[in-house]
């Protein structure tokens, strides 16, 4: 028979120092979710730009759109080596990925 658990009520063993994650000398917000997405050295700039730019998944999104541009134009003069056609490929199937995602969601994608 499964065993069912309600939210909460698994079984989790967290050690929690209050005076670590209270009083750290990083800033660290206090609440029931914290996320940490590791360190910069200009926290204060990146905050400022994640507010007025755009979330990092938009900033990743503006960049593939026009990388798929780039590489719609791309007509290299001389053969690629083989490493590099390798990595010409992983970008075109990772845009094409996001592309059917961004589809399926009814957002507006470029084709690579």
Known sequence: ???FK?????????????WTSWFSSYGSQVGLI????GQSPAP???QEILD????????LGRIGDALAVLLRHFHPAEPLEPDE???????RAM????EDIKDRHNR????P
Not at 34 to 37: E, K
Not at 95 to 98: A, H, T
């Open 1 to 3: 028979m499964a065993e």
């Open 6 to 18: 309600l939210p909460l009520s698994g079984n989790v063993s967290q050690l929690i120092n209050p």
């Open 34 to 37: 914290n996320i940490n997405l």
């Open 44 to 46: 204060e700039v990146e």
């Open 52 to 59: 007025d730019v755009g979330s990092y998944g938009r900033q």
């Open 85 to 91: 056609e390798k990595a010409i490929r992983a970008v």
């Open 95 to 98: 845009l094409d990925q996001i």
């Open 108 to 111: 507006g994608a470029i084709s």
